[in-house]
């Protein structure tokens, strides 16, 4: 079992594929007037956990992010780089509306067609996040989210 932060404690089950929380190590990806991030996952449930959370890490500076509330995110999809796009541009509307940045993130459940995302977040801090960068969206261009090797990779681009 992955270890639990403080911040993110509650019962995972049997059910519970994978939690991952801040700070993860992530990638960036050098991209004409953008940014991108690329993360690793021994599992598609870490990869797509480990790349919300650089999307946290992006918008927050890489300064912690003490979870508060919990978002619960179900996502259907047909490709697996479109679901990174649309997880991320979930993530960023929890940003764009009120202020929350992802700071923990368990995969409840990741079949076929669908998963099932808890988002631990935190508020965005004026003064402790000042570092991060504005993003204005996050795009289809260069998206990727496949296998690689023994694990698998994440990759999106975002319009900053």
């Known amino acids: 079992m992955l270890p639990v932060h403080p911040d993110c404690e509650r019962p995972m089950g049997d059910d519970v594929k994978c939690r991952v929380l801040t700070p993860e190590p992530y990638d960036v990806v050098d991209h004409t007037a953008d940014l991108g991030v690329r993360v690793r996952g021994a599992s598609r449930e870490e990869a797509l956990a480990r790349l919300l959370l650089a999307h946290g890490q992006v918008l927050g500076g890489g300064a912690p992010v003490p979870v508060e509330t919990e978002v619960e995110l179900d996502l259907a999809y047909d490709e697996l780089p479109l679901l990174a796009v649309d997880a991320l541009r979930a993530a960023q509307g929890l ?27 935190g508020a965005y801090d004026e003064v402790r996040h000042a570092e991060g960068l504005e993003l204005k969206a996050v795009t289809y261009h260069a998206a990727v989210f496949a296998p690689e090797g023994d694990g698998w990779v994440a990759q999106v681009i975002f319009d900053v």
């Open 95 to 121: 940003f764009d509306r009120r202020r929350l940045l992802v700071g923990c993130v368990t995969v409840e459940r990741f079949d076929d067609a669908a998963v099932a995302l808890r988002l631990g977040c």
